[in-house]
């Protein structure tokens, strides 16, 4: 079922639907807290508030924006007050063609295949940790979490010429040290494991609701 129908079914009172949602998003939303800086911990905490958060508010969802980005910007506005800042602020606008090359090769899109190595995804997460959180979130959904240059533009609240200049100096500031090594969806992987935990807290505080 896309998101419209199941949403529709969950409204009409089908609430045992809504893990198919929690299911469906729980590694978009997990890389979006990890990308922010939250330990694993955290994140878990953050995404089981943003699912409640969006079933709550799953009557003013029409369908016009992507579920995708909606769901994210509820995540990013939760990791947002956790943070108890706003840290986007305005740039230089520099004219950027995002034609460059991705910092990573993706050569394999067979998600059963990728290689879950703790100690390589601990390399990777110190990399981007390392660069400032503008550029962290900008290269996390733009290069992890796969959403597109306006997508990205209307969740940080910036303009797509600086979403572009901001993806292409986080590639700059991390290649010298992973450039071409590691594919980007072998960053912060929700393992399945975490899933049914998840999905377990949430169904569980929504039929509370």
Request: with cysteine.
């Amino acid at each position: 079922m896309t998101e419209l129908e199941v949403i529709k079914r969950v409204l009409n009172g089908e609430k045992k639907l809504y893990e198919i949602i929690v299911r469906r998003f729980n590694p978009y939303l997990y890389k979006v807290g990890r990308a922010y800086n939250y330990n694993h911990e955290d994140t878990q905490d953050l995404m089981q508030e943003t699912f409640i958060d969006a079933y709550k508010s799953l009557i003013q969802f029409e369908g016009r924006a992507n579920f995708k980005t909606w769901i994210v910007r509820i995540m990013l506005n939760n990791c947002y007050r956790k943070k108890e800042k706003l840290s986007f602020k305005n740039e230089i606008m520099q004219d950027v063609n995002d034609d460059s090359k991705p910092l990573f090769a993706n050569t394999n899109n067979d998600t059963g295949k990728i290689i879950q190595n703790r100690e390589l995804a601990h390399i990777i997460e110190d990399a981007l940790g390392k660069i400032p959180l503008d550029y962290q979130m900008t290269f996390s959904l733009r290069e992890i979490n796969g959403m597109n240059v306006s997508e990205t533009a209307n969740l940080l609240n910036i303009s797509e010429a600086n979403v572009k200049t901001r993806l292409n100096r986080a590639k700059t500031m991390l290649r010298n040290e992973i450039e071409k090594k590691y594919s980007a969806q072998e960053l912060f992987e929700f393992n399945l494991i975490y899933c049914d935990i998840i999905v377990e807290n949430v169904m569980k505080k929504i039929n509370e609701l």
